[in-house]
């Protein structure tokens, strides 16, 4: 699975964006999608997942009520939007695939849970 990672940049606090995250490859319905993202000096974080196939979605709770996953099978892409941006979110964004291995599969939250990485997009939010 190739991802392709775009839209990010500079909002202010309060602020939106949308990431959008184009995949290629492999059959996606096999995989649970997601965003992690690093801020500085700081471990790489999960952020939201979503299984392609079903939509059932997970968030971390920093970003529950503020961040909504979603998912466009016309177009093999994953979107994250951002709402109610706070300067704590600035980080780089990473699209993340993860090869679902077995029926009762649990959304990883560490990175090693997932197989394929994009690029990073770039988030800074000013206060």
């Known amino acids: 699975v190739q991802l392709q990672a775009s839209g990010g940049g500079l909002v202010q606090a309060g602020g939106s964006l949308r990431l959008s995250c184009a995949a290629s490859g492999r059959t996606l319905s096999s995989h649970v999608m997601g965003w992690f993202r690093q801020a500085p000096g700081k471990e790489r974080e999960f952020v939201a997942a979503i299984f392609w196939s079903g939509g059932s979605t997970s968030y971390a709770n920093s970003v529950k009520g503020r961040f909504t996953i979603s998912r466009d099978s016309a177009v093999n892409t994953v979107y994250l939007q951002m709402n109610s941006l706070k300067p704590e979110d600035t980080a780089v964004y990473y699209c993340?695939?993860?090869?679902?291995?077995?029926?009762?599969?649990?959304?990883?939250?560490?990175?090693?849970?997932?197989?394929?990485w994009g690029q990073g997009t770039q988030v800074t939010v000013s206060s």
């Open positions: 993340v695939a993860a090869k679902i291995r077995s029926v009762i599969f649990v959304v990883p939250t560490v990175a090693d849970g997932y197989d394929y």
